[in-house]
């Protein structure tokens, strides 16, 4: 039995998918399990535990052979680093008190010294707290991640993609040595098949040392884009990481603690793990191509955003880009058990209409019309239930998942690809509905019409979430 934290995040999302379809026996530690369950095989174990409490850790390493560390708590504020060192001693005090017998922790690369950034000297000093427990560590030092959703990638991507000249602070020039997702999680399945007792730290890289000014070029070449970079000797990590946040996903608070990262070189100096793993790492030209053959699918199969910071509050995520794609996500919690959730969103559209402010459909409808759509006259076949290849107004049934999931891909006129996803998951309360709606604009034509139409998203889709939370509760009476 192994045990894997982190399930909910990008690595350790990857991770678990790859132990699933190789039949081996996984449970997962997840302070929120119920968000977690719907995403897993059903010979996946799941368990409610917080490496923040102490107590909570016993009963899900119990039996376990190996336990995989992927958590950090970086996007927690300032006092990240001792919530992390916490989180490390009460893991390790737990696994050695359950008879584990190797923890893998993934870990970052980078020397040792008193520059050190501070989420680079916590890395470091998680493994060195997950030692002192006794129990034998692996831990893989890597650089920058590359795959479809990875937060270093998907960085490079918004910068790439949204602007054509570039003022480039000096970090963009510090070298590193990327590795592919696909790497990463080979060196870590890997991890379980060293022989001997002892803790280790291994250096894991790909074959290239390259700069992020680099890397963005090396995008920009495989997307056909022409990009200038002027590069400039004074940008501080304070001011780069406020100038992401205006144009990439990631939060000003992570940039900075990226950029503070970013600032030394991340170069593999021990190369002993390609002598001790029968893996040979692809190049950053691969990674990226590998990357980028994701890009039609409607979200990276996990991304970094889906991580909940092992001391911080969970957040929704709205108006924010993932890739190629523009995602205004929300969620609300409804006194409704899911079956009841389910079945209002179910019935959606056509003679029930949208929950909220139906005039505005019908207008948009009429505009599609008039330049050509389809508009909202089609309806729907069925008024309570829906099949994929349905027709729900001006969308289509692409899948649906009985009582959990119905995602609707739009056939108005757009500049670019729409869908609207409505997910529906247990929760204490009832169930928790998530609505997701997708967006992968066609140039600067599909850019404007996403922020252009954004205020009436902030109406539309609140109302219609709070319009499908109130026919749940009427249909399903509230909890039983």
């Given at each position: 039995?192994?045990?894997?934290?982190?399930?909910?995040?990008?690595?350790?999302?990857?991770?678990?998918?790859?132990?699933?379809?190789?039949?081996?026996?996984?449970?997962?530690?997840?302070?929120?399990?119920?968000?977690?369950?719907?995403?897993?095989?059903?010979?996946?174990?799941?368990?409610?535990?917080?490496?923040l409490?102490?107590p909570?850790?016993?009963?899900?390493?119990?039996?376990?052979?190996?336990?995989?560390?992927?958590?950090?708590?970086?996007?927690?504020?300032?006092?990240?680093?001792?919530?992390?060192?916490?989180?490390?001693?009460?893991?390790?005090?737990a696994?050695?008190?359950?008879?584990?017998?190797?923890?893998?922790?993934?870990?970052?690369?980078?020397?040792?010294?008193?520059?050190?950034?501070?989420?680079?000297?916590?890395?470091?000093?998680?493994?060195?707290?997950?030692?002192?427990?006794?129990?034998?560590?692996?831990?893989?030092r890597?650089?920058?991640?590359?795959?479809?959703?990875?937060?270093?990638?998907?960085?490079?991507?918004?910068?790439?993609?949204?602007?054509?000249?570039?003022?480039?602070?000096?970090?963009?020039?510090?070298?590193?040595?990327?590795?592919?997702?696909?790497?990463?999680?080979?060196?870590?399945?890997?991890?379980?098949?060293?022989?001997?007792?002892?803790?280790?730290?291994l250096?894991?890289?790909?074959?290239d040392i390259?700069?992020?000014?680099?890397?963005?070029?090396?995008?920009?070449?495989?997307?056909g884009?022409?990009r200038?970079?002027?590069?400039?000797?004074?940008?501080?990590?304070?001011?780069?990481?406020?100038?992401?946040?205006?144009?990439?996903p990631?939060?000003a608070?992570?940039g900075?603690?990226?950029?503070?990262?970013?600032?030394?070189?991340?170069?593999?100096?021990?190369?002993?793990?390609?002598d001790l793993?029968?893996?040979?790492?692809?190049?950053?030209?691969?990674?990226?191509?590998?990357?980028?053959?994701?890009?039609?699918?409607?979200?990276?199969?996990?991304?970094?955003?889906?991580?909940?910071?092992?001391?911080?509050?969970?957040?929704?995520?709205?108006?924010?880009?993932?890739?190629?794609?523009?995602?205004?996500?929300r969620?609300?919690?409804?006194?409704?058990?899911?079956?009841?959730?389910?079945?209002?969103?179910?019935?959606?559209?056509?003679?029930?209409?949208?929950?909220?402010?139906?005039?505005?459909?019908?207008?948009?409808?009429?505009l599609?019309?008039?330049?050509?759509?389809?508009?909202?006259?089609?309806?729907?076949?069925?008024?309570?239930?829906?099949?994929?290849?349905d027709?729900?107004?001006?969308w289509?049934?692409?899948?649906?998942?009985?009582?959990?999931r119905?995602?609707?891909?739009?056939?108005?006129?757009?500049?670019?690809?729409?869908?609207?996803?409505?997910?529906?998951?247990?929760?204490?309360?009832?169930?928790?509905?998530?609505?997701?709606?997708?967006?992968?604009?066609?140039?600067?034509?599909?850019?404007?019409?996403?922020?252009?139409?954004?205020?009436?998203?902030?109406?539309?889709?609140?109302?219609m979430?709070r319009g499908?939370?109130?026919?749940?509760?009427?249909?399903?009476?509230?909890?039983?």
């Amino acid at each position: 039995m192994l045990l894997l934290t982190g399930a909910t995040g990008y690595v350790g999302g990857r991770l678990l998918h790859l132990f699933e379809s190789a039949g081996r026996p996984v449970r997962c530690l997840a302070r929120r399990p119920e968000f977690l369950r719907a995403r897993v095989a059903a010979t996946t174990d799941v368990m409610a535990g917080d490496v923040l409490d102490r107590p909570s850790l016993d009963a899900a390493l119990t039996g376990v052979t190996a336990a995989y560390y992927l958590v950090h708590s970086m996007g927690s504020g300032d006092a990240f680093e001792e919530a992390d060192r916490q989180a490390a001693r009460n893991f390790g005090d737990a696994a050695r008190a359950a008879g584990v017998g190797r923890i893998v922790y993934l870990g970052g690369l980078g020397e040792a010294g008193e520059g050190l950034s501070a989420h680079l000297r916590s890395r470091h000093e998680t493994g060195a707290v997950l030692r002192a427990s006794g129990v034998p560590v692996v831990e893989l030092r890597a650089s920058i991640v590359i795959g479809g959703g990875s937060l270093s990638f998907e960085m490079i991507r918004a910068l790439v993609e949204r602007l054509p000249v570039m003022i480039t602070p000096r970090w963009v020039a510090v070298r590193a040595q990327p590795i592919a997702i696909r790497d990463v999680l080979a060196y870590l399945a890997g991890a379980l098949d060293l022989s001997g007792n002892e803790s280790r730290i291994l250096e894991i890289g790909g074959p290239d040392i390259v700069s992020y000014g680099d890397l963005m070029h090396e995008y920009a070449r495989q997307r056909g884009l022409r990009r200038l970079m002027i590069p400039v000797p004074v940008l501080t990590p304070r001011l780069s990481s406020l100038w992401l946040g205006l144009v990439t996903p990631v939060y000003a608070r992570i940039g900075r603690a990226l950029v503070d990262s970013i600032r030394h070189p991340t170069v593999v100096r021990d190369r002993s793990a390609l002598d001790l793993f029968p893996i040979r790492p692809a190049g950053v030209r691969e990674a990226i191509a590998a990357a980028l053959r994701n890009e039609d699918q409607e979200l990276a199969e996990t991304r970094w955003s889906d991580a909940r910071s092992v001391a911080g509050p969970d957040r929704q995520y709205g108006g924010v880009r993932f890739g190629n794609q523009l995602v205004d996500r929300r969620s609300t919690v409804i006194d409704a058990p899911p079956s009841a959730a389910f079945e209002a969103v179910e019935r959606i559209g056509g003679a029930t209409g949208w929950y909220f402010a139906d005039w505005l459909w019908t207008l948009r409808g009429w505009l599609d019309l008039l330049v050509g759509g389809v508009g909202m006259r089609r309806g729907r076949r069925d008024p309570y239930h829906l099949a994929p290849g349905d027709v729900v107004d001006c969308w289509r049934v692409e899948a649906v998942e009985p009582d959990r999931r119905l995602r609707l891909q739009a056939e108005m006129k757009l500049p670019g690809r729409a869908w609207l996803t409505f997910e529906v998951e247990p929760d204490d309360a009832g169930a928790r509905l998530t609505q997701t709606a997708t967006f992968d604009p066609i140039g600067l034509a599909g850019l404007a019409y996403w922020y252009g139409i954004w205020p009436l998203h902030e109406l539309v889709f609140r109302g219609m979430l709070r319009g499908i939370g109130r026919r749940a509760v009427e249909g399903g009476h509230g909890r039983s």
